[in-house]
């Protein structure tokens, strides 16, 4: 079983910035594909970016694309989501999630990943 657990989230004024970390523990990351996804109320969970198991490839969901990066540290078995020029429409619950892959194709689909966080709220608001 692997536990991950998101920290980081907060309320943030539209321009903003905000760092996400999911930290994994009962396994090692090294050999997981991890991704981060979000949920507004009352909208289902939507893929914001994914990052293979190497490292080698990510994948971002086009309205975050080069505002959020993605990335992971696996000798701190953590993975962080570097959120900048944030907009209100960005409020959401983040959730991280895990795959056990080797693919370096990154998936979008919620069925894809094995393991999930408990989430945590960022809140993009003046």
């Known amino acids: 079983q692997m536990q991950l657990v998101e920290s980081g989230g907060g309320l943030v004024q539209p321009g903003g910035s905000l760092r996400l970390s999911c930290a994994a523990s009962?396994?090692?990351?090294?050999?997981?594909?991890m991704a981060w996804f979000r949920q507004a109320l009352g909208r289902e969970r939507e893929f914001v970016a994914g990052?293979?198991?190497?490292?080698?490839?990510?994948f971002y969901t086009g309205s975050v694309k080069g505002r959020f990066t993605i990335s992971r540290d696996n000798t701190k078995n953590t993975v962080y989501l570097q959120m900048n020029s944030l907009k209100p429409e960005d409020t959401a619950v983040y959730y991280c999630?895990?795959?056990?892959?080797?693919?370096?194709?990154?998936?979008?689909?919620?069925?894809?990943?094995?393991?999930w966080g408990q989430g945590t709220q960022v809140t993009v608001s003046s």
């Open positions: 999630a895990s795959e056990y892959s080797h693919s370096n194709v990154v998936r979008s689909d919620t069925s894809s990943y094995d393991y």
């Open positions: 009962g396994r090692t990351l090294s050999y997981y594909a």
């Open positions: 990052l293979s198991w190497s490292g080698s490839s990510t």
